[in-house]
């Protein structure tokens, strides 16, 4: 009953190269987000968006682009993958911008930049 | 700077034991949620808090929300090897994202 998918969800990929994670949701949700966990430092925001061709940065979007060209779809693009930017990538939805309620994630992009 | 501590960040016990997860802030947020996340999966909402001193229960699981909004607690009562996972808080102050805790990753032995 998934409604929203990572693809892909393993990848390798040498520095230098472009890397373009995709999200897709079946939600019809307007908010979109994308999040990097790694360890010791939780997940932290990378870009997100509010509504078809509407995004903002986060925290830690430096060398991160994305793309909203559908409701349904949110890219995430590393430009020229760094090893620092190995991690596990999540998106994540919520139909509105207050914490009422809450988000659902997907199941997850393990990105390994060697 | 992280703006929402966990603590403890790690905790293994025993199945049947209790625990309480505690998750700090000095920022006020008008939402707060607990998330659990398994291996290899996306965390998944357990609750939302909204309301200064707000109680939620589910099954053993109590969360509660302190009175001005700064803090939160999630205690399991008589804890089984299924609650096994890593906790996250996470809570809204500038509306449009939200602020992910470090998490406590929880281990119940049988």
């Known amino acids: 009953d998934a409604g929203i998918t990572q693809s892909p969800r393993h990848k390798v990929t040498e520095t230098g190269t472009p890397v373009t994670l995709r999200c897709h949701q079946t939600e019809n949700h307007r908010y979109m987000y994308w999040y990097r966990q790694d360890p010791g430092h939780g997940l932290r925001l990378i870009h997100y968006s509010y509504g078809v061709k509407d995004t903002d940065k986060g925290e830690v979007s430096d060398g991160y682009s994305v793309s909203r060209s559908k409701t349904e779809d949110f890219l995430l693009t590393l430009e020229s993958a760094t090893s620092s930017q190995t991690s596990v990538y999540f998106c994540?939805?919520?139909?509105?911008?207050?914490?009422?309620?809450?988000?659902?994630f997907g199941s997850g992009t393990r990105l390994t930049v060697v | 700077t992280q703006l929402l501590e966990q603590s403890p960040q790690f905790l293994s016990i025993q199945e049947g034991e209790n625990l309480t997860v505690y998750c700090n802030s000095s920022?006020?947020?008008?939402?707060l949620q607990w998330y659990r996340q398994e291996p290899g999966e996306g965390p998944v909402l357990l609750v939302t808090v909204v309301t200064g001193g707000e109680v939620k229960k589910l099954k053993r699981l109590t969360f509660q929300f302190g009175d001005a909004r700064k803090d939160s607690s999630l205690h399991i009562t008589a804890a089984q090897p299924g609650d096994t996972g890593l906790y996250l808080c996470?809570?809204?102050?500038?509306?449009?994202?939200?602020?992910f805790g470090t998490g406590t990753s929880l281990t119940v032995i049988p």
């Open positions: 994540a939805i919520t139909p509105s911008g207050t914490g009422v309620y809450g988000y659902t």
């Open positions: 920022s006020v947020f008008s939402s």
């Open positions: 996470a809570g809204d102050n500038t509306g449009n994202q939200f602020y």
